[in-house]
């Protein structure tokens, strides 16, 4: 049967002029960098399908025997992946293990319903079942790992994880097309850019696709009177308060940004200015997109507009989101 795919193209107006606007990075939240020193029983959730880990560490320092004890239970023995509580990716003939610097990373610091797996193993062990799978089921890889990636992709501390050095390499480890597993959602990056949208994303038909409101800032300041710039702040902080309860929102729905695909930005010119802040948007979007703690870009469009229902407002926000 043929899979029809719905592609969202994102609007690159801005792409070039502001591309260093990622340079804001930061931590926000509380579903922030996965933790090494989770145990097991904690970070696998019990209705998944969970390989008898044990709580020792692993002696083999054999890739294969630690994929067949480790890994084969969720990705099954062939490495052809399994759909049961979850979805678990194929990792037979997947061009993401092109580079070891991604399955390294994942291995070590989890993602999503994959465990952070780095406190069981030591260097040489994430090693050698990095080279057993670029190497085995179905791939025919270089081995391109090395015991320095292993630890450098070792957070030493949560802090230090979101510091950019422990971020996935950009060329090495993002592959231009990386695949969201559970719904198959598959998100195109930018060619050649690291402006935090992606260029197009694909959405499987069979997908649930959640379409919020749009949604505008939160009062930032009760005392400061209605009209006055301080109630609402400027654009960098609506754009920060609107997305915070876009998350919020997206959270009762068992949702999170992650989640987002596809975002139009509804942006008013701040009093006494031309045109709408768009570097100040770009500073309150940055700080919830594009962050080691929540990596995931979506489409997204600006538009400059007259006017919002409130003229406080300088922000409107509406996101598409899939349900993984
Ligand atoms: C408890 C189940 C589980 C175990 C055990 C597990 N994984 Fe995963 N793995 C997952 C899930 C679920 C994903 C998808 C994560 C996501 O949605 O981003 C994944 C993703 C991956 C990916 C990325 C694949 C892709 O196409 O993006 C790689 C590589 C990977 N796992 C390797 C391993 C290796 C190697 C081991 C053993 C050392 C292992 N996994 C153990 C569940 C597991």
Redesign the pocket.
Known sequence: MRKQTRVFAAALLFAGSIANAQSSNEIVGDDAAPNVDTPMEEA?APD????DFGKAGYSATDGKA??ES??A???MPDGKGAIGA????S?AG?D??LSAA??IY??ING?????S?GHLLDDEQILA??DY?QTNLDNDYETDGTLELVADSRPETEEEMATEEHAIPQESAEPSA?????ANVVRHGLPNSDFPILQAVEVPADATLVYLSGTVPQVLDDSASEGAPERFGDTAAQTDSTLTSIRSKLEALELGMGDVIKMQVYLVAPDGQDSMDFSGFMEGYTKHFGTDAQPELPTRSVFEVAGLANPDWLVEIEVVAVRP
């Open positions: 696998i998944r399908h969970v390989p630690l994929y480790l890994c239970g969720c990705h979850g979805e678990y990716p990792l997947n993401l293990l991604y399955p994942l291995i993602q999503a319903a994959m465990p797996l079942v990095t799978i990386k695949r969201d597993t559970v």
